[in-house]
């Protein structure tokens, strides 16, 4: 082979060179900094062709703007949407990732959380809570950014969490009490609410390995945290609504008091029935009733 271009064409890549040789090219007139990545990544920006053009002016677009006040949704490049930045984050961290400096890169967010990583606002989280007592103004329920629920609603002592809609719906008055719909795993929303610190906290789950988790997880960030109908007995008396868990979490909870972690075993290993469930819902109401009748306000400051 005397040249680089016979080589080439004996291997058949002719063409594939020659568009990499002009992705190269406009890509310097861009960012230099990223043309150096290409050269390391040949094969990467031949996978990516049809569309390296938008991905370079994606990473040049966030390297000129300063991103804390927006959302994905604002990045102004034509023919790019959410949808195209979704479809093609792996590579497109690649590129920051080499193209930003080092400070603009939240190492601490995990890679799946593009926005966050680079910078960009995230989907705020919401907090849909229900007066179980009288409100006190004309909304009986309402929801809520987390961020801005900075004080504990004027009046509640006792809140209760729970992560199934229809029995949050459903709960029975409690004089001085919320409800607050955790909605799958309350722990990453009940975190903006520091003034749970205050308050009598409830929560109420399924009785299988994933609701003993979420429990873990509230506790780990309010100790005082007490479980409601999560217990043995409540299991026992319920056989005719005993399901099964599809499949059963790996995190092993680490904030179970002795008898919650005792039953958490047996779910875990088939001392009633394999992969047994009983679902919150499943729960008849008068046993819910009186459930909340036993419950007495303690403050959680004596706990």
């Not at 007592?133 to 629920?149: D, Q, Y």
């Not at 036993?294 to 706990?303: F, K, L």
Request: hydrophobic letters at 40%.
């Amino acid at each position: 082979m005397d040249t680089r271009e016979h080589l080439w064409s004996l291997l058949g890549v002719a063409a594939k060179v020659e568009l990499f040789h002009t992705l190269h090219e406009q890509s310097v007139r861009r960012d230099p900094v990223l043309a150096q990545w290409m050269q390391n990544q040949p094969m990467k920006v031949l996978r990516n062709a049809g569309h390296w053009p938008r991905l370079v002016e994606i990473t040049c677009w966030v390297r000129d703007h300063a991103t804390a006040a927006l959302y994905l949704r604002q990045i102004d490049v034509p023919g790019v949407d959410t949808k195209f930045i979704e479809n093609n984050k792996g590579i497109l961290s690649e590129l920051l990732d080499h193209s930003l400096p080092h400070e603009r890169i939240q190492t601490g967010a995990p890679r799946s959380d593009f926005a966050a990583r680079y910078g960009f606002r995230s989907k705020p989280a919401y907090i849909r809570l229900r007066y179980l007592g009288s409100p006190p103004g004309p909304f009986s329920e309402f929801t809520v950014r987390a961020t801005e629920l900075t004080s504990k609603p004027a009046g509640i002592c006792t809140v209760f969490v729970l992560e199934n809609e229809v029995t949050y719906l459903s709960l029975p008055p409690v004089p001085d009490a919320i409800a607050i719909l955790g909605s799958g795993y309350a722990a990453t929303q009940l975190r903006h609410l520091p003034w749970l610190a205050d308050v009598d906290l409830r929560y109420w789950g399924d009785i299988d390995t994933h609701g003993f988790a979420i429990l873990s997880q509230v506790r780990a960030r309010f100790p005082h945290t007490r479980s409601l109908l999560m217990d043995t007995a409540t299991l026992l008396a319920h056989q005719e609504h005993w399901g099964e868990e599809r499949s059963q979490t790996s995190e092993t909870p680490r904030y179970l008091i002795a008898a919650e972690a005792k039953l958490e075993q047996s779910l875990r290993n088939g001392t009633y029935r394999p992969r047994l469930r009983l679902e919150q819902e499943r729960i008849p109401i008068r046993a819910v009733v009186q459930a909340l009748e036993g419950v007495r306000y303690e403050d959680p400051r004596s706990t």
